[in-house]
Each structure stands twice: as structure tokens, then as C-alpha cells.
């Protein structure tokens, strides 16, 4: 299988920067009014993104710890491989709608996120690079536990099929997992005592309502039907030790509405561990 070719990354963060405020004449402050405490609030949004033609999760937790001070954490999944996080901490201001964060060595001078009192979420353009390569773009953050996911991330879907081998009639059920974009999935079946299971990459377009997934280095295409919520495959492979053919145009419906809480890591992970990774400056 051929290798991601990684380079290791000397990274630095990059944000929007806050605004300055123009010199005036002084003037009276009026009556402070209370505004809404980010202090002892966590928060968390995700950036889909791609590198060398594989697909990127950025995830940022943003956590205030009190009224002034707060950390930034960053997770790196490059497929399917975490990478090694990222971590500052910084002090801040709040307005009641921008919030100015300051102070951390491996951001910029001052960083500006814009707080929605409407929608309750934080947002900012957010990257991660060494200069060369940057990734990233616009991220809206969530509540810690209010998490929006984007379809068909941490989805599970099922499909049957029957086939006729030796004159003899059998039923082939399966399975097809989402995780999150840069972890891929995972697609699985059983006919009679036999089990199998295999990895994949996945890739989805919302505007046309296709994608496809990577499977051992072959990208099988799917179409999803929103009205009917019905996911079609076309996915051919051999019974596990048979020369049995299996699959072809599969039909998945949804095999649980509720989102997974979990993930099952595969027993033979897609990617090798790299030692590559990103580092501040």
C-alpha cells in the first residue's frame, strides 16, 4: 500500500485578528451592563479539511477558565492517523459579542472570535501550518456536548442481499459504518458463519448528494437519497477464503437514527503510525 508521504510540520496558529480601536477622547463609561460569563464553558467545532488528497479533522476545544483566562487544545486526525495535539493557553476579553484572546507565545498577537448570543455559538477562521502548508478555514464552535455533526458522520446503515450458490440460496447481511471524516468507517457482512470486516475513507458531497469510499486503495461511489433515506453502494468483493462474488449495487437504510457514542477501532488500522507531526513554534 503506498505510504502518505508526511513532512513534518513546524506549526503556527492563526486567527483573525481583533480589531483596534481607533484613539478617542475620553468620555464618561456609562452604567456597565451584564453580559452573558464565558467563564467555565467549553467548546468544540471540527474542520474538515484534505492533505495530499486524504481527508483531515481539525477539532478545536476552546475551554474558559475563568473570566480572563482559557485554553486552546487542537486534535489532528490525518487518515485515519491522530497526530499528535496542539495546546496554548491564553487570557482574554469579552464584550458580550467579540472575545479577544491574548498572550500565548504560538498565536497571534491578539486573536478575535465572535460570540452569537442568538445561535449560542463562537466563530473565527482558524488554521494550523508551518507556511507551506495550512490547513483549516471558518469554524463555528459548540457547547461541549451540544456538537453539530455534519451527514453521514456517525452514521450506521444496513443492507440485505440474497445470493444463489450451489443451488442453494443465501441471505448476506450488511453493515456500513461512518465515523468522522478523517477516521473513516468501516463496511462489514456475514453469510452463514462468516464474518468480515474492512476499513475505509470516505468522502461525500452534500450539494449533490454522492461520495464514494476507499477501500484498499479502490474508491467505490454511493448516491444518498434524503426523501427516502436510502444510501446506494456499488461495492463487489469475495466471500472471506471462497471465490464466492459478493455485493454489487447495495441499498442501505439507516440502521439507527441515534448518533454513535463510541467508536470501534479496526483490528488492522487503514494507515501505518507516522512520526511526523506538528509542532509549535
Known amino acids: 500500500m503506498k505510504k502518505i508521504a508526511f513532512i513534518t510540520m513546524a506549526a ?3 486567527f483573525a485578528a481583533c480589531k483596534k480601536e481607533p484613539e478617542t477622547t475620553p468620555q464618561p463609561e456609562p452604567d ?5 460569563s464565558l467563564a467555565g464553558t467549553s467548546w468544540v467545532g ?4 484534505n492533505y495530499m488528497g486524504y481527508p483531515v479533522t481539525l477539532t478545536w476545544n476552546l475551554e474558559f477558565l475563568t473570566d480572563s483566562t482559557g485554553t486552546l487544545h487542537l486534535d489532528i486526525v490525518i487518515a485515519a492517523t491522530p497526530q499528535p495535539s496542539v495546546d496554548n493557553n491564553f487570557t482574554y476579553t469579552f464584550d458580550g459579542t467579540e472575545i479577544c484572546t491574548y498572550g500565548s507565545e504560538n498565536m497571534s498577537d491578539s486573536s ?3 460570540y452569537d448570543s442568538v445561535t449560542h455559538t463562537i466563530s473565527t477562521k482558524m488554521f494550523v501550518g508551518d507556511g ?8 463555528v464552535l459548540y457547547p461541549v456536548g451540544q456538537e453539530q455533526y455534519v451527514f453521514p458522520v456517525n452514521t450506521t446503515w444496513k443492507a440485505e442481499q440474497q445470493l444463489t450458490v450451489s443451488d442453494t440460496l443465501m441471505p448476506v447481511e450488511w453493515g456500513l459504518d461512518f465515523w468522522e471524516y478523517g477516521w473513516g468507517g468501516q463496511i462489514n457482512y456475514c453469510a452463514g458463519s462468516t464474518c468480515a470486516s474492512t476499513s475505509f475513507l470516505w468522502q461525500y458531497d452534500s450539494t449533490t448528494h454522492s461520495g464514494s469510499v476507499l477501500i484498499n486503495g479502490t474508491r467505490h461511489p454511493f448516491t444518498y437519497n434524503p426523501i427516502a433515506d436510502l444510501l446506494t453502494l456499488d461495492y463487489n468483493t469475495q466471500l ?3 471465490t464466492v462474488n459478493i455485493g454489487g449495487t447495495l441499498q442501505f437504510r439507516r440502521k439507527d437514527s441515534m448518533k454513535k457514542t463510541c467508536r470501534s477501532s479496526p483490528n488492522d488500522p487503514i494507515f501505518p503510525t507516522y512520526q511526523s507531526s506538528f509542532h509549535l513554534l
Do not use: E, K
Not at 132 to 139: I, K, S, W, Y
Open 12 to 14: 503556527f496558529l492563526l
Open 32 to 36: 456597565p451592563t451584564p453580559t452573558f
Open 46 to 49: 471540527t474542520y474538515d479539511d
Open 112 to 114: 478575535q472570535f465572535t
Open 132 to 139: 507551506n502548508v495550512t490547513l483549516g478555514g471558518f469554524t
Open 240 to 242: 472471506h477464503g471462497s
